[in-house]
Nanobody
Framework: QVQLVESGGGLVQAGGSLRLSCAAS????????MGWFRQAPGKEREFVAA????????VYADSLKGRFTISRDNTKNTVYLQMNSLKPEDTAVYYC?????????????????WGQGTQVTVSS
């Protein structure tokens, strides 16, 4: 059974940092592209970052480059999202997702499996 479990969310002041983790189980983690998305209240879910399987290619949403960093540890079946210089507008539920492909990685439709999400709240 494929499972993705996010953790590390919470309440942080503006300018602070958080590191989200997503632990995967039930499949060959290293063969999947892993992505992070987020959904703010009243808004659509949007792409944050992705690490493409095998190639090591990393893609970020343009607006988040320089503040967010995605990484993965295939030995731990875990993908991380380091978030620095957080802003109130970063407040959202953050989701990790897994894709068996390497295209459409910035689209929700490109992913096969999703975690349940973890809440990040940034206070001003």
């Amino acid at each position: 059974q494929v499972q993705l479990v996010e953790s590390g969310g919470g309440l942080v002041q503006a300018g602070g940092s958080l590191r989200l983790s997503c632990a995967a189980s039930g499949w060959s983690f290293s063969t999947y592209t892993m992505g992070w998305f987020r959904q703010a209240p009243g808004k659509e879910r949007e792409f944050v970052a992705a690490g493409v399987r095998w190639t090591g290619r990393i893609v970020y949403a343009d607006s988040l480059k320089g503040r967010f960093t995605i990484s993965r540890d295939n030995t731990k079946n875990t993908v991380y999202l380091q978030m620095n210089s957080l802003k109130p507008e970063d407040t959202a539920v953050y989701y990790c997702a897994a894709s068996s492909g390497t295209s459409r990685i910035e689209d929700l439709s490109g992913y096969d499996y999703w975690g349940q999400g973890t809440q990040v709240t940034v206070s001003s």
